[in-house]
T-cell receptor, first 113, second 113 residues
């Protein structure tokens, strides 16, 4: 069993829809949670970064972490065709000695005009 | 543009060969990370260097090695290449040791024939 599970999709939605992307994890030591966006043939870029449980909002994006359920989510409001990409969740433990990230498999999102 | 540069962009080689991938971190970043992305395994952490010293190892094969030089650029050496080593290799950098924000380069696409 992988430490981080993410439905690979693909997920196809119409423009303007609310998108929900999710990851579950098994390692209770994870403290930092991230969402990266990766366009085709590009490197991942950081979208959201949260520590421990709670919500964080940035424009059309909201990240949620529920450590009790070992479940994290990314919501995209008013989705746009430019949001079409692969979304990767990533997480790491609380150690200050390394930045090693564990990634989910990535969910491919297509937003249709 | 993340500020992280990687060369070459593409590499085609034969089984049994050795290649070197190069990464220059963002200006001022002391940590360099190497990740491998394949269709079946997703994005996997290989190794982290901080200011010239190895700080964390992931699922890196013994045939692979890396180093970080005094000018902070890093090289990933892959030897005795196998077909299964074909993948995208990403370098990322962060300012500190714990990698709160990792910036990814554009990647090197390796094809082993």
């Amino acid at each position: 069993q992988k430490e981080v599970e993410q439905d690979p999709g693909p997920l196809s939605v119409p423009e303007g829809a609310i998108v929900s992307l999710n990851c579950t994890y098994s390692n209770s030591a994870f403290q930092y949670f991230m969402w990266y966006r990766q366009y085709s043939r590009k490197g991942p870029e950081l979208l959201m970064y949260t520590y421990s449980s709670g919500n964080k909002e940035d424009g059309r994006f909201t990240a949620q972490v529920d450590k009790s359920s070992k479940y994290i989510s990314l919501f995209i409001r008013d989705s746009q065709p430019s949001d079409s990409a692969t979304y990767l969740c990533a997480m790491r433990g609380g150690s200050s000695n390394t930045g090693k990230l564990i990634f989910g498999q990535g969910t491919t999102l297509q937003v249709k005009p | 543009d993340s500020g992280v540069t990687q060369t070459p962009k593409h590499l085609i080689t034969a089984t049994g060969q050795r290649v070197t991938l190069r990464c220059s971190p963002r200006s001022g970043d002391l940590s360099v990370y190497w990740y491998q992305q394949s269709l079946d395994q997703g994005l996997q952490f290989l190794i982290q260097y901080y200011n010239g010293e190895e700080r964390a190892k992931g699922n890196i094969l013994e045939r692979f090695s890396a180093q970080q030089f005094p000018d902070l650029h890093s090289e990933l050496n892959l030897s005795s290449l196998e077909l299964g080593d074909s993948a995208l290799y990403f370098c990322a950098s962060s300012a500190g040791l714990a990698g709160e924000t990792q910036y990814f380069g554009p990647g090197t696409r390796l094809l082993v024939l």
